[in-house]
């Protein structure tokens, strides 16, 4: 066993050469203790980085869009907090050691404002949070193509949904950020839908609506998430635990679950959905997908209801998020195309 002492943070190679009676023999062996990964999330005073690293270290130095704004962070130091970050932008970290040739670790953050892509309705939960004690979800307001604030729907709520320190991304889908999580035995929350879908005219008979979401899978947990009419009777939504289900209620009965697709633990899945509102009396169609990381349309979507339904889309005012279990949802949007939400325009 030897140890190098005297590197310093980095790309170092090894040459260990066995001079022996027989022969001479040469190992090689190389260790760069370059930052590992750097993440980071919108925090209550900024922005939070943080870092993983292993090595000996004199100190760090972090900049923000190549300008300096740390530049003696401690050795043993395995996070700071930008309190100086814009309000808004698109901004790119990056954190080294102040000592030797070292590949710095970067991050792009997208601090807003929000850009649905398209969409309608855009729910990014862009809102500040705390890792140690994240902040609930309750009170929150601002998403593009909502109003009011996020409600409970518990009379007497003793667990609340939260938002989580990080988001979900999945390929290229443009992402922003914090993520949110709601409570197992609690019935969930709901925000109101402004009227841009309605004016769009994407709730009249014959029009298609397309609705996309985030969701990462923790074990047993899952997430349901519909958009509703006001007295809860009329729904369209998806249910996510260890299978995923669709179903519709239709002047407040529920029609047959239909499963759509098995998931995998801890794994965070893209899933876009067609509403195609029935005409002249033709049944309503919820047609489902899970979309690749190249965020194109599979040629083949998920079951659909052979049960003919036709709700009155007309009453659908609320977007209602219940379930979790440690499941984080994200990246809500709701628009006119599929292009529209995956952040590719109309």
């Known amino acids: 066993v030897f140890t190098d002492t005297s590197a310093l943070p980095g790309a170092n190679s090894y040459e260990l050469i066995l001079d022996m009676p027989t022969c001479t023999k040469k190992l090689r062996a190389s260790c760069d ?18 870092w993983e690293a292993r090595g000996k270290f004199d100190a760090f130095k972090i900049t923000r869009d190549g300008k300096v704004i740390a530049d003696a962070v401690p ?24 000592t030797g040739k070292v590949t710095p670790a970067e991050l792009k953050v997208n601090l807003g404002p929000a850009n649905s892509g398209g969409a ?19 009170g929150k307001s601002g998403a593009p193509g909502t109003k009011g604030a996020y409600v409970t729907l518990d009379e007497k ?48 008979d014959g029009a298609e609506l397309w ?25 369209i939504g998806l249910a996510h635990k260890g299978v995923t289900e669709s179903y519709v209620y239709e002047n407040g009965k529920e029609k047959k679950r239909l499963f759509v697709k098995g998931m995998l633990p801890n794994t965070t899945y893209l899933f876009a959905a067609k509403m195609v509102w029935g005409k002249e009396g033709q049944p309503d169609q919820w047609i489902p997908y899970f979309v690749p990381d190249d965020l194109k349309l599979p040629e083949k ?46």
């Open 157 to 204: 709520p003793k667990h609340l949904p939260t938002i989580v320190a990080g988001g979900l991304s999945h390929g290229g889908l443009p992402v922003l950020g914090n993520s949110a999580i709601m409570h197992r035995w609690s019935k969930g929350c709901t925000i109101e839908l402004g009227d841009g879908i309605d004016k769009a005219g994407l709730l009249k």
């Open 75 to 98: 050795a043993d130091a395995r996070s700071f907090e930008d309190k100086g970050a814009p309000a808004k932008g698109k901004v790119v970290y990056a954190i080294q050691p102040t």
């Open 211 to 235: 609705i996309s979401f985030l969701f990462h899978t923790i074990g047993g947990g899952g997430i349901n998430l519909s958009l509703q009419s006001a007295d809860g009777k009329e729904a």
């Open 301 to 346: 979507h998920g079951r659909i209801f052979t049960e003919p339904f036709n709700i009155d889309q007309s009453k659908l005012s609320r977007l209602v998020l219940k379930g979790g279990n440690g499941s984080n949802v994200d990246e809500i949007r709701i628009g006119p195309t599929f292009e529209s939400v995956v952040g590719r325009g109309k």
């Open 120 to 138: 309608l309705v855009y729910e990014p939960f862009n809102y500040p949070t705390d890792a140690e004690e994240p902040e609930s979800l309750l």
């Open 33 to 50: 203790s370059s930052v590992e990964e750097l993440t980071g999330y919108r925090s209550l005073g900024g922005v939070m980085l943080s």
